[in-house]
């Protein structure tokens, strides 16, 4: 199996930054299209930003313009950039395969909350 394991996340105020880190285990990353998922408390898990294996990215509506992905095949890690936080960016972080793959076993994911 192939283990994902994310990280970066933490308490910032509006407008803030961060940047999360996706560590692929057990298989190289650039064979998959990938993506950073989040889901909110009582709400479905969605997909934020995706990159594929020629580097085309796609961003959810909501996010474009703030975030960022990015892929380092040699360290095998998917980055996710966040400028510009807000309340609404609140959730566990997590990335997988797009769309997710059954190989790719979810990780615990990494949380960001966003203080007004």
């Known amino acids: 199996q192939v283990h994902v394991v994310e990280s970066g996340g933490a308490l910032v105020q509006s407008g803030g930054s961060l940047r999360l880190s996706c560590t692929v285990f057990?298989?190289?990353?650039?064979?998959?299209?990938m993506g950073w998922y989040r889901q909110a408390p009582g709400k479905e898990r969605e997909l934020v930003a995706s990159?594929?294996?020629?580097?085309?990215?796609n961003m959810q509506d909501s996010v474009k313009g703030r975030f960022t992905i990015a892929r380092d095949g040699a360290k095998n890690l998917i980055y996710l950039q966040m400028d510009n936080l807000k309340p609404d960016d609140t959730a566990v972080y997590h990335c997988?395969?797009?769309?997710?793959?059954?190989?790719?076993?979810w990780g615990q994911g990494t949380q960001v909350t966003v203080s007004s």
């Open positions: 990159i594929t294996t020629s580097a085309r990215i």
């Open positions: 997988n395969a797009v769309p997710p793959s059954t190989l790719l076993v």
């Open positions: 057990g298989e190289s990353p650039n064979i998959y299209n």
